[in-house]
């Protein structure tokens, strides 16, 4: 029993104490300094911290070099992988653009169908062409909310015409110059627009609220129920003024008021596209 | 001369060679993440210290796997002389173990690497649990111990292998 608790101590002082004829410190010297390291480093001693930042300093900049080959080999292996998912990819994609064939034929014949009722109910086909112009003045009166745009008769603008920032509504021009003209926007008071709410075709009046938003005018109240803060309003183009299916914005609900929150933000002005009605085509394309 | 030089660089470059992998294991951190096999996580810097302290720690000097194991810290975040305690009684445990073994055996060497990283694991949640706060996911633990403990072999005849050629 002695001699195997000889043993025991003469082969751990061995293992932990003894050095090697290049070896600094032995292994428990080693196994003490992490220990303290990691007291040291839950007490959070500053010289630990300073020991950390400059360990990943150096450690951070390594391994970015020393994971070049891993990245390179996850490169290639991603490539292999795409490369052997071709064949069930172009698959995927050939049964997609048949799809989309089938969808792009009919809404080419629904296209027509609609051109082909317009011309039955004898309303305008609208081609517009658009000319861009530049906000001179942003009036931010509570009056009137209107700006000033460089475009005027000169450059074939006329009272009435949409005018757009990206694809979005935002007023129509009420007054015109030689070369400047005004532009009322959608939020003014006075502004009235004749839009649609979609996909329901329900058509409503939008009037600005004077601040940033708009509100719902003369809407039946057998409608609400129908109604939810999903829809999207579409100018109408009734009265043949505006384009049809202009996006003004989206109807917000609010116990039994409804208001729309327009697309554009309509004090980020500083270009605008007026819309220029041509009498042409189908599509409302110029 | 010159050709001396190479031969003695090319000398250190093999008789150190474990050292280096470790090192670059540990700054590589390499975990086959982009294979997207869930759960699979296995701890290649345990045994590779395990073989080379167990048959030839001249090769493995314990004052760079002190280093290493800090560098492993930083990479993983884990606090600061975690991974080299970790590391150094690994050493210890093989030290002991080379003592007092006569005929080394595959097998005794495989349970000894399962009982050693079971203490191991069981010191690093300790550690980290009690004494950090860190929370950790006792599953994941033992999913890396049972991928560590069934690589172990496979690892175990490349490094017989490669001490081979290299001797």
Known sequence: MVKSRDDFVIAFRSAFLKKNTKQRFSLLTLIIISLIILIFSNLNLKIINILEKGLQDIVYRSSLIVSIPEKKFNEYYIKAKDHLNLYNLKNEEENLLEKYNAEKLANEYLISENNRLREIIGEQQLSQGSIIAKVLLDKESPFLNSIIINKGSKDNIELGMAVVKGEYLIGKVIEVNFLTSRVILITDINSKIAGVIEPLGIHVIISGNGKTGGVIEYLKDEYYPKLNDELNIYTSGVAGIFKPGIPIGKLKLNDKEMFVDFFTDLSQLDFVKILIKENGDSNGQK | ?167
């Open chain 2, 1 to 167: 001369m010159g050709k001396n030089n190479d031969a003695s660089i090319f000398f250190y470059l093999k008789f150190y060679s474990p050292i280096i992998i470790l090192l670059i294991a540990n700054l590589n951190e390499f975990d086959f993440n982009y294979l997207k096999l869930d759960y699979f996580s296995f701890n290649f810097s345990y045994i590779l210290i395990f073989y080379w302290s167990l048959k030839s720690p001249q090769q493995i000097p314990i004052s760079l796997i002190f280093i290493c194991g800090l560098f492993n810290d930083v990479v993983t975040s884990l606090p600061i002389g975690l991974s080299s305690l970790n590391y150094l009684l690994i050493c210890g445990v093989t030290a002991y173990v080379r003592n007092i073994t006569l005929r080394p055996n595959f097998i005794n060497d495989w349970i000894l690497f399962l009982i050693t990283i079971l203490i191991l694991n069981s010191i690093n949640f300790l550690i980290l649990q009690i004494f950090f706060n860190i929370e950790i996911d006792q599953m994941d633990y033992l999913i890396n111990l049972g991928f560590t403990l069934i690589f172990f072999p496979i690892f175990f005849l490349a490094f017989e292998n490669f001490q081979k050629i290299s001797s």
